[in-house]
Each structure stands twice: as structure tokens, then as C-alpha cells.
């Protein structure tokens, strides 16, 4: 790893409050080995977390990615990139004020590389252990005691901007880490700016065919293997229970003990869904159960099937279509076992 440029800032935010106050260095920290060493602890404990894939929202008063673009468009010298990161952290002050439970910390920007990389990083950090932030007022400048260790596993909120994806618009080329699992944090990715190409209303939908190809879990209290509309039931729960946050690793582990299954069987379905993501919740209706009893006939299937149209009231008449070749030949087997007996 190369460091190029680091900068510290301090954000303050009591939480409970709608007030904010900013503490903002006025020169970048010197290039030695304690910095560096700080830029790869930092970028090491955000390879180990998980993260989303993203771009940039490039609608108007979008204060970030103008910025930042009007920062790369520049000559890039040290006094513009003091003066990106002095605007972005003021921006985000404002945004943080209108978030009680939110709270603030040091606002860790820096450019470097890795593999020949360009990044720019930009990390959040609240109650470190194992390093001192001081204020050094004659130089106005925060500053990290240089005897202590950082403990990077306090790493609150952060995100990465791989630069030659970005100068070729190539992809998604912001990472975001996601520490909370709810709206909290949802100010951090609204004052990057990030907007995934899919929305989370397709992230759901695809989930919800991805899990009709994936084998059937079994039941924890019984032991037995779950039918597809018990399982389906049951993953609602689960999403609801953590917010909407979906996370395939932990979703595997919860429901199989193998973090990777859902993984695996995304990729070998070529299914477009990120390992993280906010479910839609009208989506997720689509893996809700009818139980329709009427006139002697009881009918249960997912919503979903009703959606898709498998499942239907005919345009004329009164009768309930339903298309299905397993259900056609099921029924007609065991009628004609009833039938034998």
C-alpha cells in the first residue's frame, strides 16, 4: 500500500441532540510510517467487512459527487483536496443535525493505493481505543499520539472510491460499509450520495426466485425439511426482525449454517443481487402465503404465484384459473388413487 494524502476532522454530535459542531484541520498529517500504517489497518478492516457496491446519484444538488468531481477535474493540489474534505465534512454536519440518535467522531480522508490502485477512503470513526486524537491548536490541526495503537475494529461507518473505475465510469466504483441495521445510518450513504443501479424492489424479487431454486432448510425445532411456503414465511420474519436489512452470509448461517449457500446459488443462477441490501417491503409480499376457503375448496399459495399470474380469477365467469403442470398431475394421480381404493 502507497499513501499519498491523509487528513483528520472532527465531527461532534451528542446523541439525542439536533446540533453539530465541527472541528476541521487546516493541513494535511505527514506521510510516515504511523500514518501509513493507520491508512492500512483502516483499509484492511474494511476488505474484512461487508460491503455494497455502488455509484453516484448524479442528480441535481447532489453535493457530493459535484464536488468530488469538480476535486478530480482540478489540478488536485493539497490545498484542494484540504478544501474537498473541509466542504464534505460541513455537508454531512448539516445533514447529521437533522438525525437525532445519530452521533459523530473523526472523519478520516485519504488518497492511496493498493496494487497500484487509486482510492480515495474515507472512514468514520467513534470511541477508538489504543489511539489518542489530540487538538493542536497553534497548528490547528488534529493529530494522532504517535505511541498508541488504533484499534480499527471501531470502525463505524466508511466508504472507498476506486478512481479508475470512476474516470471511466466503469461499474460500480463506490464501496459503502454498512455498520447499522437501520435508518441511523442511512445519513452516511445519502450524504455520499450512492445509488445502486438495481433497487432494492428488484434485490427482493430476485431473492424470492433465488430461494424457490435453493434446496429446502430444515424445520429447528423438528428436525423436518420446511415446505417452500413455511420457508418463505419464516425468511420474512427473519428480514423484518432485522429491519429489512438482508444479508446473505448471515441469512446462510441462520438458516443452513453455511454462510455461502445463498452465494453459491446466486452466482449459479447468475441472479443480480448484492450480499447486503434493504429489502422492499411491498416486495417482500410477494412471499406471504394466501389461505383462500370457500365453498367447499380451500386454496394455499404464495403471493407470488397470484403476481405472476399462475394463480388468477378469470376475466369471464366464475372461475379460478391456475396453471400448473405439477398441479395438473398431481391432481389427477391422486383422484384416480382415490378412485383404486
Not at 315 to 326: K, Q, T, Y
Request: glycine letters at 6%; aromatic letters at 12%.
Amino acid at each position: 500500500m502507497e499513501l499519498y494524502r491523509i487528513i483528520i476532522h472532527e465531527l461532534s454530535k451528542v446523541r439525542g441532540q439536533n446540533t453539530a459542531e465541527t472541528f476541521l484541520s487546516n493541513s494535511l498529517l505527514p506521510n510516515s510510517e504511523i500514518t501509513t500504517g493507520l491508512v492500512e489497518k483502516l483499509n484492511n478492516s474494511y476488505n474484512n467487512d461487508k460491503i455494497i457496491y455502488a455509484v453516484f446519484d448524479e442528480g441535481s444538488g447532489r453535493t457530493f459527487p459535484s464536488n468530488f468531481r469538480g476535486y478530480k477535474e482540478s489540478s488536485q493540489s493539497e490545498n484542494e483536496f484540504i478544501d474537498f474534505s473541509k466542504m464534505m465534512v460541513n455537508n454531512l454536519r448539516e445533514l447529521i443535525s437533522l438525525v437525532t440518535l445519530a452521533t459523530g467522531g473523526f472523519l478520516v480522508f485519504t488518497e492511496y493505493s493498493v496494487n497500484g490502485i487509486g482510492f480515495l477512503g474515507i472512514f468514520l470513526i467513534r470511541d477508538t481505543q489504543g489511539v489518542i486524537f489530540n487538538r493542536n491548536e497553534a497548528n490547528h490541526q488534529v493529530e494522532i499520539d504517535t505511541i498508541t495503537y488504533m484499534n480499527t475494529e471501531k470502525l463505524a461507518m466508511a466508504c472507498r472510491i476506486h478512481i479508475p473505475k470512476y474516470l471511466s465510469n466503469d461499474g460500480r466504483y463506490i464501496t459503502f460499509m454498512r455498520k447499522g441495521q437501520n435508518d441511523v445510518a442511512d445519513y452516511f450513504i445519502k450524504w455520499i450520495s450512492a445509488a445502486q443501479p438495481e433497487s432494492s424492489k428488484h434485490f427482493t424479487e430476485r431473492l424470492y426466485d433465488l430461494v424457490s431454486l435453493m434446496p429446502l432448510p430444515n424445520d429447528f425445532e423438528t428436525g423436518e425439511q420446511l415446505d417452500i411456503n413455511t420457508f418463505r414465511e419464516k425468511l420474512v420474519r427473519y428480514i423484518k426482525d432485522r429491519g429489512r436489512m438482508v444479508d446473505l452470509n448471515e441469512m446462510g448461517n441462520h438458516f443452513y449454517e453455511d454462510e455461502n449457500i445463498f452465494i453459491y446459488h446466486r452466482d449459479m443462477n447468475d441472479f443480480e443481487i448484492d450480499n447486503i441490501f434493504r429489502a422492499d417491503g411491498k416486495a417482500l409480499n410477494k412471499f406471504n402465503q394466501l389461505d383462500v376457503k370457500a365453498d367447499g375448496i380451500q386454496l394455499k399459495f404464495s403471493r407470488g404465484a397470484y403476481n405472476s399470474g399462475k394463480v388468477r380469477p378469470a376475466d369471464e365467469g366464475d372461475f379460478v384459473i391456475i396453471e400448473s403442470a405439477i398441479l395438473k398431475r398431481e391432481l389427477v394421480r391422486q383422484v384416480e388413487q382415490n378412485n383404486q381404493n
